[in-house]
Nanobody
Framework: VQLQASGGGSVQAGDSLKLSCVASGPLFNRAAVGWFRQAPGKERELVAAISRSGSGSAYIEDSVKGRFTISRDNAKKTVYLQMDSLKPEDTAVYYC????????????????????WGQGTQVTVSS
């Protein structure tokens, strides 16, 4: 299993970006997927995660609630993170990760629950 994150870039505050996490290998529909971010000098934090069941069972971190949306397309083996109304404090490297052992409605929030990690994609938001 490999996860490929993409879609980052440099934008102005208030702009939008859509990150994609594309998985290779089988059984993607059995994976819960999370988006984490890490800013310089800060701890890695979970931004959003989605269960195997889809958007009906998802987690959105409080600071991005109402601005970020997570969704998945199993046919494309892809999880998306739509980021609207971006703020400078959203600047970070964003990583996607997959938990291929999650039960159907479960949304893993602990990084240790994720077995597979993609490389990061840089998001820079300037004011």
């Amino acid at each position: 299993v490999q996860l490929q994150a993409s879609g980052g870039g440099s934008v102005q505050a208030g702009d939008s970006l859509k990150l994609s996490c594309v998985a290779s290998g089988p059984l993607f529909n059995r994976a819960a997927v999370g988006w984490f971010r890490q800013a310089p000098g800060k701890e890695r934090e979970l931004v959003a995660a989605i269960s195997r069941s889809g958007s009906g069972s998802a987690y959105i971190e409080d600071s991005v609630k109402g601005r970020f949306t997570i969704s998945r397309d199993n046919a494309k083996k892809t999880v998306y993170l739509q980021m609207d109304s971006l703020k400078p404090e959203d600047t970070a490297v964003y990583y996607c990760a997959g938990d291929y052992n999650a039960i159907y409605y479960y949304v893993p929030q602990d990084p240790d629950e994720y077995e597979h990690w993609g490389q990061g994609t840089q998001v820079t938001v300037s004011s």
